[in-house]
């Protein structure tokens, strides 16, 4: 089976930076995605992290190491919107089969 | 943009009622998912087909749930009979072969009283 741990809650202030982090454990996985899903939306992809290190993408960057069981993603430049859940999800097996964890509300604060 | 569709957006039915939700995915993606999100559980997978062939439901009640996929245009999760406990907003989402990033659908949000 997986195991996936996000914290809960995370307050920041805007236009700081802020590190959402993601432990898990499993057997074996293809790669490791992270969606933002505002309250009442649905979840929209974010990044997909296949190999070891760090991916940046604007102010969003996520990082993976498989030999710690953990990834981050990196919030820069908080905007207000930003305010949402961040979901860390696995993708595994041979027919890529997309589990989530819980996902880590992060508030936005002036 | 390419679109995920879902119907309805909202239901509410009462206890042991059927209910049937819908799914367009987007066109050419051979990839859908039905999850089912709640404050107390998250997103939790409930089906997904590959080609339209079911790879694994392990996490739906058998015993009232069902999910098909009659043709590449159209997936459908059915709850008979529905319960209480099965309010929650189902989401569905598609993807290319290959994996990489899924596209969700707005979702159903559903009410059983």
């Known amino acids: 089976g997986q195991n996936i741990d996000q914290p809960t809650e995370m307050t920041a202030t805007e236009g700081a930076i802020v590190q959402i982090n993601c432990t898990y454990q499993?057997?074996?996985?293809?790669?490791l995605f992270w969606y933002q899903q505002h309250a009442g939306e649905a979840p929209t992809f974010l990044s997909y992290?296949?190999?070891?290190g760090l991916e940046e993408k604007g102010r969003f960057s996520s990082f993976l190491s498989r030999s710690k069981g953990y990834s981050y993603l990196l919030l820069k430049e908080l905007q207000m919107k930003d305010s949402a859940s961040y979901l860390c999800?696995?993708?595994?097996?041979?027919?890529?089969?997309?589990?989530f964890g819980t996902g880590t509300k992060l508030q936005v604060i002036p | 943009d390419a679109r995920v569709t879902q119907t309805p957006r909202d239901k509410v039915t009462e206890m042991g009622q059927e209910v049937t939700m819908r799914c367009q995915p987007i066109?050419?993606?051979?990839?859908v998912f039905w999850y089912r999100q709640t404050m107390m559980q998250g997103l939790e997978l409930l089906a997904y087909f590959r080609n339209r062939a079911p790879l694994d439901d392990s996490g739906m009640p058998k015993d009232r749930f069902s999910a098909e996929m009659p043709d590449a245009t159209l997936a459908t999760l059915k709850i008979q009979p529905s319960e209480p406990r099965d309010s929650a907003v189902y989401f569905c989402?598609?993807?290319?072969?290959?994996?990489?990033?899924?596209?969700f659908g707005s979702g159903t949000r559903l009410t059983v009283v």
């Open positions: 066109l050419g993606h051979n990839t």
């Open positions: 992290n296949v190999l070891d």
């Open positions: 999800a696995l993708d595994s097996g041979g027919y890529q089969k997309v589990t």
């Open positions: 499993t057997s074996g996985f293809n790669g």
């Open positions: 989402a598609s993807g290319p072969q290959g994996g990489g990033g899924y596209t």
